[in-house]
């Protein structure tokens, strides 16, 4: 074999190998979750029944989908949260749609008594989703809706 052809062979399996490892990194490659379609919706409470507050998004990861944490907010507080804060806020239910995308839904009751202490105005939910690989994705103002008395 001359050293010619043995040398661009080496080249070839080499270039080779470097673009199927290549190949490889990027299909495992562990992706962020989303959220995805968030709403809110806030009932106040009438004639002695309760009210609540209602926020749903679609939370997708290639892993599967742990949870989803949620915590509401008034605008005029200036409150942001920031993720740190919201792992150890109350979750979301999450049912399964696909084996990447969940459903979650927070819902929060609100007696007559709670709502005459809410702030009047605009109010923003933050979320924080968790994958089953353990990555996170945060959310500081998924949603907003307003409370009016």
């Given at each position: 074999?001359?050293?010619?052809v043995?040398?661009?062979?080496?080249?070839?399996?080499?270039?080779?190998?470097?673009?199927?490892?290549?190949?490889?990194?990027?299909?495992?490659?562990?992706?962020?979750?989303?959220?995805?379609n968030?709403?809110?919706?806030y009932?106040?409470?009438?004639?002695?029944?309760?009210?609540?507050?209602?926020?749903?998004?679609?939370?997708?990861?290639?892993?599967?989908?742990?949870?989803?944490?949620?915590?509401?907010?008034?605008?005029?507080?200036?409150?942001?949260?920031?993720?740190?804060?919201?792992?150890?806020?109350?979750?979301?239910?999450?049912?399964?749609?696909?084996?990447?995308?969940?459903?979650?839904?927070?819902t929060?009751?609100?007696?007559?008594?709670?709502?005459a202490?809410?702030?009047?105005?605009?109010?923003?939910?933050?979320a924080?989703?968790?994958?089953?690989?353990?990555?996170?994705?945060?959310?500081?103002?998924?949603?907003?809706?307003?409370?009016?008395?």
């Amino acid at each position: 074999m001359s050293k010619r052809v043995l040398v661009s062979s080496l080249i070839g399996v080499t270039v080779l190998g470097g673009v199927a490892a290549g190949g490889l990194a990027t299909a495992s490659a562990a992706s962020k979750p989303t959220v995805e379609n968030g709403s809110a919706r806030y009932v106040a409470p009438s004639n002695g029944a309760p009210g609540a507050l209602t926020y749903t998004a679609d939370v997708s990861d290639d892993s599967g989908i742990r949870g989803l944490k949620v915590v509401a907010w008034p605008a005029s507080s200036k409150l942001d949260p920031t993720a740190a804060e919201l792992r150890h806020a109350e979750g979301a239910t999450c049912r399964s749609t696909t084996a990447e995308t969940s459903r979650c839904t927070y819902t929060l009751r609100v007696t007559e008594e709670e709502a005459a202490e809410l702030a009047e105005g605009t109010w923003y939910v933050s979320a924080l989703a968790t994958a089953e690989d353990g990555d996170t994705a945060f959310v500081p103002r998924g949603a907003s809706f307003d409370v009016t008395r």
